[in-house]
Each structure stands twice: as structure tokens, then as C-alpha cells.
């Protein structure tokens, strides 16, 4: 949240070209009955794209949803407001209780213009670095016809031009619970560095539990996604935007699978597990 280089998930889907691939793994022997059956996985070709929606949701809620949220309170931090409501970019209102380094807010169909802050809380305290807090603070993005609820704790403290935030968070959509535990992220604070994203996946979106890892850079962006089993799931976001996933079961094994997505694709998939 404190990066110094925020990057956002649309930097991810900006891509235009459709480019789709399935490589299989290849055989030692041209006849059917030679060939060996696939590894049981609990990442495998048949669920592979789900888990790569899975994986871009939790880095677009880590990276952009989490960071809009708690901007639109620190904001009013840094312009030093007198407690009241405040009024919001495009209608509605932030209301503002402060109480000593504890700063309250409470939005009031606050239109931040991307995203509507709709109620709920955030509580941001600056004692020692930056605490935030968000009790069922219900938002939706532009655009969509449904909202959802944050809940959670962050912590972000900043070191010269190093920064870092752990923490964990919930969104809970349409009645179903996506848990992110073990978040953290950290920014060496140079143009030329990448940041480094890590954080627990537990959602009834996918049949089991995962742990993702993001390298952020500013033309490219790498991810890895495991389950428990060791299958892992690799992910590259190269400039242009196309999406190649690659499909390993074991992280340091062979590539099972390999698939490209382009921007219709991944935004397809994405919605698929959302609604």
C-alpha cells in the first residue's frame, strides 16, 4: 500500500491481441497405449485458468482495491481536515472522527469515481507507521453491477525509501468469502527494483488452498501459485499484456501444460468466478 511505485491491475489487462495455446507434454512413444496418463494435481489443465483468475483477483484486491480504499481516508490525513464530513470527487461523503492518532472514517456513498465507498469502516492510526483497519467497508468498482465488503488489518511502515506492509484481508461477494492471510509486500523504492508480493489464497472460488507469489516490475509482472500438492501454476505478464500460464507439478518439474490468454480471456475468467 505504501509502494512507491503503485501498480495497477489494468496495467495488466491493457492487451489486445487473442493469442491461445495448448502444449502437452510430449510422449517417448507415437502409440496411445504407450503413452502415460497425466499426474493427478491438485492444479492441472482442467483448472489451471481458474486458478490463474483466482491468483489476478487477490493482486488486483491487494495492490489496487486495499490501496484506493485507504487513500481515499489518508488523503484527508495529509490535508489535515477538521473532523466532519467531507465530501467525496464525484458525490457523497467521508465522515471523519479523530481521536488522537486514531483517525475514523465512515463513507457515505462515497464516489471516488473508480470505485464507490459505500459504508462500513476504516480506521487508520499513524502512531507508529500506518495501521489500517476495515470493518465490513462495502465498495464497488465502476462499472460493476455488484458490491462487496472488505474486512481486515494492515500494517505498512516505511524505512528511507524502502517500505513494507503484512497483514490479512477478507472480501466477501455474492455470499461467498475469499480469505487472503500471510499478505506482505515489499518496495526497495527505486525505479529499476522490483517489489515483491506474497499472500495465502483460501476461497470457495477454487477446490483448494494456494499460496501466491508476485515479482512487480514496471513492464512486467511474474507470479507463481501453488497448491499443497507442490503443482504449481507460473504466470508472466509481459508489456504488451498477453498472459502465458505454465503449468508444473512440481515447482522445479517440467511443463505439464502451457496456455496464453489475452485480455478478453483472463477479464472472462475473472468474471466467471466472481458471479
Do not use: W
Not at 104 to 121: A, H, M, V
Not at 163 to 168: H, K, V
Not at 186 to 208: C, E, Q, V
Amino acid at each position: 500500500m505504501t509502494s512507491t511505485r503503485p501498480v495497477s491491475i489494468d496495467t495488466c489487462f491493457t492487451f489486445a491481441s487473442i493469442i491461445f495455446t495448448i502444449m502437452l507434454t510430449a510422449c517417448n512413444s507415437n502409440s496411445d497405449s504407450d503413452r502415460r496418463p497425466d499426474p493427478v494435481t491438485k492444479i492441472d489443465k482442467t483448472n489451471m485458468v481458474d486458478a490463474a483468475a483466482v491468483t489476478m483477483l487477490a493482486y488486483r484486491r491487494s495492490m489496487a482495491d486495499t490501496s484506493v480504499i485507504a487513500t481515499a481516508g489518508f488523503r484527508l490525513i495529509i490535508e489535515d481536515k477538521a473532523n466532519g464530513q467531507h465530501p467525496c470527487a464525484k458525490g457523497g461523503h467521508l465522515q471523519l472522527e479523530k481521536v488522537g492518532s486514531d483517525y475514523l472514517f465512515t463513507p457515505i456513498n462515497c464516489d471516488l469515481g473508480d470505485y464507490q465507498l459505500i459504508s462500513g469502516k476504516l480506521l487508520i492510526n499513524i502512531a507508529s507507521g500506518y495501521f489500517y483497519q476495515f470493518t465490513s467497508l462495502n465498495y464497488r468498482l465502476n462499472g460493476d453491477t455488484n458490491s462487496q465488503s472488505l474486512t481486515g488489518q494492515l500494517k505498512s511502515t516505511i524505512s528511507g525509501s524502502q517500505s513494507s506492509t503484512s497483514g490479512y484481508f477478507s472480501v466477501e461477494r455474492n455470499k461467498r468469502n475469499d480469505v487472503y492471510q500471510d499478505y506482505s509486500i515489499t518496495s526497495a523504492g527505486t525505479n529499476n527494483a522490483k517489489d515483491s508480493m506474497r499472500l495465502s489464497i483460501n476461497t470457495p472460488r477454487f477446490p483448494h488452498s494456494l499460496n501466491a507469489e508476485y515479482d512487480i516490475a514496471s513492464d512486467t509482472l511474474n507470479a507463481k501459485v501453488q497448491a499443497n500438492d507442490g503443482s504449481q501454476l507460473s504466470m508472466l505478464v509481459a508489456k504488451a499484456g498477453t498472459i502465458t500460464l505454465e503449468l508444473h507439478q512440481q515447482a522445479s518439474g517440467a511443463v505439464l501444460a502451457s496456455k496464453t490468454l489475452s485480455a478478453a480471456e483472463m477479464t472472462a475468467a475473472i468474471t466467471k468466478i466472481t458471479e
